[in-house]
């Protein structure tokens, strides 16, 4: 038995042997679990917050306080983005259904944005606390190559905006 989501449907998969009464427990069963499963994959503004701030006091010492973090859907070449000068994090919505880890770290990603601008040795530094930091990178690629985005080979350290805007690119 399964349930999930395609083109704006739900679909349940049951055996056909099932008595009707079977068949409406199994399917209210199964959508139960399907929307707990999406809750825990889809979390609200509200719910990235609550995780934004666990990551920060688990991995950075609380140091690292957003103001505001919030799902959006204009990021086409970037996995999150954030303003240090007003502590606002953007996370793409393209990450909506991947694995909790990877967007834990995408997470943690603009986090340490909020402490140290720029990809250099110290932001990476702040990163090394969170054990899957490698895993979620070579996720998000693979992901990335798959979707045919753009890769860039420019310098890490480049990446810094001066508009006061830093963002996980999909490398």
């Given amino acids: ?8 449907r739900t679909i349940v998969l ?8 079977d068949e409406r427990r199994w399917v209210d069963t199964m959508l139960r679990k399907l929307d707990a499963g999406e809750r825990r994959r889809r979390p609200s503004d509200t ?3 609550e995780r934004a701030q666990g990551l920060s006091r688990r991995y950075l010492g ?5 103001r505001t973090i919030r799902w959006v859907d204009n990021q086409n070449s970037r996995w999150g983005s954030c303003t240090p000068a007003d502590a606002s ?14 967007l834990d770290y995408v ?5 340490a944005h909020l402490l140290q601008p ?25 992901v990335a190559a798959t979707a045919g985005l753009d890769l860039s080979d420019d310098d890490p350290a480049d990446d810094w905006d001066p508009d006061g805007t830093e963002a996980t690119q999909p490398r």
């Fill in 1 to 8: 038995m399964s349930a999930y989501r395609e083109d704006g």
């Fill in 14 to 21: 049951i055996p056909g042997h099932l008595s009707a009464a």
């Fill in 47 to 49: 719910q990235l917050m």
């Fill in 62 to 66: 609380g140091a690292a306080l957003p």
């Fill in 89 to 102: 994090i953007r996370i793409s919505d393209r990450l909506k259904g991947m694995p909790g880890w990877v």
């Fill in 107 to 111: 997470i943690l990603h603009e986090l």
């Fill in 118 to 142: 720029g990809h250099g040795e110290t932001f990476w530094g702040l990163l090394t606390a969170y054990p899957r930091t490698e895993r979620a990178r070579g996720y998000l690629e693979g």
